[in-house]
């Protein structure tokens, strides 16, 4: 098993950057690809970005490509969002997560991945 905390979260102006940690408990945190969901106010939890064990391999949703950065220090037992160029709409609880399978691809569906922090608040102001 592995815990997730997540930190980082705060208030913005929109056009501002952020960077979310996620630091997990156990030896083995190497094994996991790891993954940052989000969920607004009224909507469904969804995929924001991902990386492989390793490092080597990243996805993003289309709404963050270019703006938003993942990666992960496997030393350190974490793994990071840096978010720059936020937008209103970027507002909501920032979740990571990790994945125990050892799949070919980074996966983009919650259902995939099997632990998840308790979740931190990323408000963008207009």
């Known amino acids: 098993q592995v815990q997730l905390v997540e930190s980082g979260g705060g208030l913005v102006q929109a056009g501002g950057s952020l960077r979310l940690s996620c630091a997990a408990s156990?030896?083995?945190?190497?094994?996991?690809?790891m993954g940052w969901f989000r969920q607004a106010p009224g909507k469904e939890r969804e995929f924001v970005a991902g990386?492989?064990?390793?490092?080597?391999?990243?996805n993003y949703a289309d709404s963050v490509k270019g703006r938003f950065t993942i990666s992960r220090d496997n030393a350190k037992n974490t793994v990071y969002l840096q978010m720059n160029s936020l937008k209103p709409e970027d507002t909501a609880v920032y979740y990571c997560?990790?994945?125990?399978?050892?799949?070919?691809?980074?996966?983009?569906?919650?259902?995939?991945?099997?632990?998840w922090g308790q979740g931190t608040q990323v408000t963008v102001s207009p």
């Open positions: 156990g030896r083995t945190f190497s094994s996991y690809a």
């Open positions: 997560a990790a994945d125990s399978l050892r799949r070919p691809v980074v996966p983009i569906s919650r259902l995939e991945y099997d632990y």
């Open positions: 990386i492989n064990r390793s490092g080597s391999i990243t």
